[in-house]
């Protein structure tokens, strides 16, 4: 079994939603059984709040199906629980490496990286941009799931 934990800022944005972009396309590719993705923040911020409503309109007009996420902090014990630790841009993973610890190090990646990108994706928190944040998890999550069926 494969295990994604997604990570941003405050786990209600651009976490979340590549959290159930990549659940639907493990599904859609009938490999549920496979793979175990969740997601979490690196602040305390928004802890126990539901995704932002921009997160949850444009999942919705896409057709990608979500639950009642509540935002969590990623703890240390996430580095033993998850095989790959996917922030969004590189101040995720500057906490991520202060939380998680050296150990982690090989686990931790941005997520526009599996797609040959060396590049954040934009917290629409600030650019409520939605669209576009939807558009680089999308192309990151493809990339990512295309790399991992051909590592099986």
Not at 48 to 76: C, E, F, V, W
Not at 100 to 122: F, N
Request: aromatic share 8%.
């Amino acid at each position: 079994m494969k295990k994604i934990l997604f990570v941003c800022h405050g786990n209600i944005c651009r976490s979340p939603m590549a959290e159930f972009v990549m659940k639907n396309l493990v599904k859609n590719a009938g490999l549920e059984k496979e793979f175990k993705i969740d997601s979490a923040a690196t602040s305390t911020e928004e802890l126990g709040n539901g995704m932002h409503y921009g997160t949850r309109t444009k999942l919705t007009q896409m057709g990608i199906p979500y639950s009642d996420h509540r935002a969590r902090q990623i703890t240390r014990a996430d580095a033993d629980d998850y095989d790959l630790i996917i922030g969004m841009d590189q101040e995720n993973l500057f906490y991520m490496d202060r939380i998680l610890g050296s150990a982690a190090r090989p686990k931790i990646h941005l997520l526009l990286e599996w797609a040959g990108l060396a590049r954040d994706i934009a917290d629409p928190w600030y650019t409520g941009n939605f669209e576009q944040t939807y558009d680089d998890i999308d192309l990151g999550c493809r990339a990512l799931l295309k790399a991992l069926s051909s590592r099986a």
